[in-house]
Nanobody
Framework: QVQLVESGGGLVQPGGSLTLSCTAS????????MKWFRQIPGQARELIAA????????KYADSVTGRFTISRDNAKNAVSLQMNSLKPEDTAVYYC???????????????WGQGTQVTVSS
């Protein structure tokens, strides 16, 4: 059974930091590109960060470049998103996702987590 389980969400003040984690099981994690999306209520899900299966390449949406960092540990079947300098507009549900093939900077994904809420507010 495939599972992607996110953790680390919560309430943080503007300017603060938070690290999201996603643990995978049920598939060969090292063969999959991993991604983080976020969704604000009433808006489309947005791809914000992605990393290739090897971990060599990564890419970010303009809205988070310079503030967020994606990383992965293939030995632990885990991907993380370090979020710094958080803004109220970063408030959203954050999802991790896995893609088995094709260019990694697309919305296409084979597996999805359930999401974790991040709220940036004073």
């Amino acid at each position: 059974q495939v599972q992607l389980v996110e953790s680390g969400g919560g309430l943080v003040q503007p300017g603060g930091s938070l690290t999201l984690s996603c643990t995978a099981s049920g598939f060969t994690f090292r063969n999959y590109a991993m991604k983080w999306f976020r969704q604000i209520p009433g808006q489309a899900r947005e791809l914000i960060a992605a990393i290739t299966a090897s971990g060599i390449n990564n890419k970010y949406a303009d809205s988070v470049t310079g503030r967020f960092t994606i990383s992965r540990d293939n030995a632990k079947n885990a991907v993380s998103l370090q979020m710094n300098s958080l803004k109220p507009e970063d408030t959203a549900v954050y999802y991790c996702a896995a893609q088995s093939s094709g260019y990694y900077w697309t919305s296409n994904s084979d597996y999805w987590g359930q999401g974790t809420q991040v709220t940036v507010s004073s």
